[in-house]
T-cell receptor, first 110, second 116 residues
């Protein structure tokens, strides 16, 4: 089993829709979690950290489910500009070593 | 504020040649990471440094790859000799460890490497 797994997609959604991605991780000792956004032929950019209590940043909501070992990203009111690949990243506790998922591709359609 | 700076942005060279990639992390960051990204394998961690010291190089593919961080503001990733399968985008990222937030990373623009 891979350390970090994501559905590659693509997720094709209409503008204004709500879409959610999950990311599962295998190491229960994982401590820190992140979502990154990567546009085509660009570098990954930090979108948000994921906190135990869940956190929200505008139209984006991230949640952590330790019992089932996954994190999620919810995007409300999708915009065309949200089209990108979303990478999750998981940091193993005590090692400061981050493993990235292979990403989920989102395409928002007019 | 200046972000992570990588050079060169593009590199095309022939098999067997030495390739050196360069990275300047964000000032004050104490972690530096080197990644390789391909369509097939995604984003792979090659090596990371903490306070200029290599901590984990288990992701370095083989002895042809080496990385150094002589000071807090500069790191290199060297491939010698290069092979066509090394063609990829190489990213450098830096981070400042946050007690309650781990290692949010900031990436450079990457170096697109093509080995002919």
């Amino acid at each position: 089993r891979k350390e970090v797994e994501q559905d590659p997609g693509p997720f094709n959604v209409p503008e204004g829709a709500t879409v959610a991605f999950n990311c599962t991780y295998s190491n229960s000792a994982s401590q820190s979690f992140f979502w990154y956004r990567q546009d085509c032929r660009k570098e990954p950019k930090l979108l948000m950290s994921v906190y135990s209590s869940g956190n929200e940043d505008g139209r984006f909501t991230a949640q952590l489910n330790r019992a089932s070992q996954y994190i999620s990203l919810l995007i409300r009111d999708s915009k065309l500009s949200d089209s990108a690949t979303y990478l999750c990243a998981v940091e193993k506790g005590g090692y400061q070593k981050v493993t990235f998922g292979t990403g989920t591709k989102l395409q928002v359609i007019p | 504020d200046a972000g992570v700076i990588q050079s060169p942005r593009h590199e095309v060279t022939e098999m067997g040649q030495e390739v050196t990639l360069r990275c300047k992390p964000i000032s004050g960051h104490d972690y530096l990471f080197w990644y390789r990204q391909t369509m097939m394998r995604g984003l792979e961690l090659l090596i990371y440094f903490n306070n200029n010291v290599p901590i984990d190089d288990s992701g370095m593919p083989e002895d042809r790859f080496s990385a150094k961080m002589p000071n807090a503001s500069f790191s290199t990733l060297k491939i010698q000799p290069s092979e066509p399968r090394d063609s990829a985008v190489y990213f450098c990222a830096s981070s400042l460890w946050i007690l309650t937030g781990g290692l949010p990373q900031h990436f450079g623009d990457g170096t697109r490497l093509s080995i002919l």
